[in-house]
Nanobody
Framework: VQLVESGGGLVQAGDSLRLSCAAS????????VGWFRQAPEKERELVAT????????SYADSVKGRFTISFDYAKSTVYLQMSSLKPEDTAVYYC???????????WGQGTQVTVSS
């Protein structure tokens, strides 16, 4: 499985941004796709997940109500719609996937999101 993120950039606080994660390969094996982020000198954080088959979502408290994860099955693409962005959302965002093992074995290359105040 290959994952390719896109959509990062530099925005101002309060703006919105949508990240995309295009999956290819043996996607029928996938169980969950998640968006992680990692800021400099901080632990990696799982911000949102979606199940591949049923679209069940979950969110970290830090983004709940501001971020929305969704899935376009026809395009095998997972989106992360980010609204009301804050400077503390600045990080490299990665999408990752697992096949039901709860271990994220597949990772994208990451996309930088920078939110200026």
């Amino acid at each position: 499985v290959q994952l390719v993120e896109s959509g990062g950039g530099l925005v101002q606080a309060g703006d919105s941004l949508r990240l995309s994660c295009a999956a290819s390969g043996r996607t029928f094996n996938l169980a969950v796709v998640g968006w992680f982020r990692q800021a400099p000198e901080k632990e990696r954080e799982l911000v949102a997940t979606i199940t591949w088959a049923y679209g069940i979502t979950s969110y970290a408290d830090s983004v709940k109500g501001r971020f929305t994860i969704s899935f376009d099955y026809a395009k095998s693409t997972v989106y992360l719609q980010m609204s009301s962005l804050k400077p503390e959302d600045t990080a490299v965002y990665y999408c990752a996937a697992h096949t039901g093992t709860m271990r994220y074995d597949y990772w994208g290359q990451g996309t930088q999101v920078t939110v200026s105040s």
